[in-house]
């Protein structure tokens, strides 16, 4: 009976439930990532090219999984002589992983939810939201988000759910990504 109710869920909810299998998976691959330390590897592999390590730990840095490793090999490297280097890398590689996360939660996953939850109108108040006070309250609290240093999905996911434009995000994501990665590297510096 589960099974068969189960079932009938998931061939309604058909786009949500693939995006929750990408998601799921790139859970996954992240794990596999961080605990086999392929991380670490890649990012010591640059030898004369500095600035990909710190880019891609920028990247890195915007998932839950990657997140730890990724701001440790940058406390670890950083110097007064590379600081300028690594906060502008950082930065950068954080604004690109913010960026593909934002795209997914705009342009596929809202929309997943919206054609999914279309019978419940609470829901779609929530994703559909005109209210003013509340879209500069969901970009307040995921600008809060994403200058930290935690993982920036559920900032990304608030301020998507605000439905700012493209380009503002991105605006947005360096100076929010340059401050944070500039504090949190100036504390490693003595």
């Not at 596999?32 to 640059?46: P, Q, R, W, Y």
């Not at 701001?71 to 007064?80: D, E, M």
């Not at 500069?136 to 900032?155: A, Q, T």
Request: glycine share 6%; proline share 3%; with cysteine.
């Amino acid at each position: 009976m589960f099974s068969a109710s189960f079932w009938k869920y998931i061939k309604k909810h058909k786009e949500l439930t693939i995006d929750f299998v990408v998601i799921f998976f790139v859970l996954i691959f992240s794990i596999i990532l961080v605990s086999s330390k392929v991380e670490e590897k890649i990012l010591g592999n640059f030898v004369g090219f500095e600035y990909i390590p710190y880019f891609l730990a920028g990247v890195f840095s915007v998932n839950f999984i990657t997140a730890f490793p990724a701001y440790t090999f940058l406390a670890k490297v950083v110097t007064p002589e590379n600081f300028w280097l690594v906060t502008t890398m950082g930065a950068i590689g954080s604004v690109v992983g913010d960026t593909l996360i934002f795209s997914f939660i705009k342009f596929r996953l809202l929309e997943s939810m919206i054609k999914s939850f279309k019978h419940n109108r609470f829901v779609i108040s929530i994703l559909k939201t005109k209210n003013h006070i509340l879209k500069y309250l969901l970009i307040l609290v995921g600008c809060l988000i994403i200058m930290s240093p935690l993982p920036d999905e559920f900032g990304v996911l608030l301020i998507g759910l605000s439905r700012i434009k493209h380009r503002h995000f991105i605006i947005l994501s360096l100076m929010l990504n340059s401050l944070g990665t500039y504090l949190f590297l100036r504390l490693f510096l003595h």
